[in-house]
């Protein structure tokens, strides 16, 4: 009795923390969108044009499922684009590294004093969330199964 309340309370710490990383992602982004476009730019993937919409849509899907991870009626499809959205980023960060750039990701908004890009930490920060995704899925699919099962 007393794994499953921890495995419980340890699912909803990884929720709160998820949802906490990505509503405090999207705030500054959302109040300073001109400044995430230009980190958009930077990674050099997409033109500016486009880099203008990702900087104003970014930012406001990330805010809906970093609250949509703590409903349980959206959690799994939140869940699901969160991770996604994560392998987006992991593979952006790879790339931007193999392509030898020194930029900051924007990932907090406009970060000041960030001149070198940190890549090992932010795939690790990336993989380490998306763990917690995984783990959010895998007890939310478990629930389900059992109020199935009842």
């Known amino acids: 009795m007393a794994a499953i309340t921890n495995n419980r309370l340890f699912v909803l710490l990884a929720r709160l923390a998820l949802a906490g990383v990505f509503v405090t992602a999207a705030l500054p982004k959302i109040a300073d969108p001109v400044a995430f476009a230009s980190s958009v730019d930077a990674f050099r993937v997409i033109d500016s044009g486009l880099s203008d919409w990702v900087a104003l849509v970014l930012p406001w899907l990330e805010l ?67 763990g917690a995704v995984a783990l959010v899925l895998k007890q939310d699919r478990r629930n389900n199964l059992e109020d199935s099962c009842s």
């Not at 980023?89 to 960030?114: K, M, N, P, Q, Y």
């Open 64 to 130: 809906v499922l970093g609250i949509g991870i703590l409903v349980p009626v959206i959690r799994r499809a939140s869940g699901a684009l969160t991770g996604l959205l994560l392998l987006l980023f992991i593979t952006l960060h790879l790339s931007a590294w193999v392509r030898g750039l020194d930029i900051s990701c924007g990932c907090f908004g406009a970060e000041t004093g960030e001149a070198n890009a940190d890549y090992r930490w932010l795939i690790l920060r990336n993989l380490l969330l998306l």
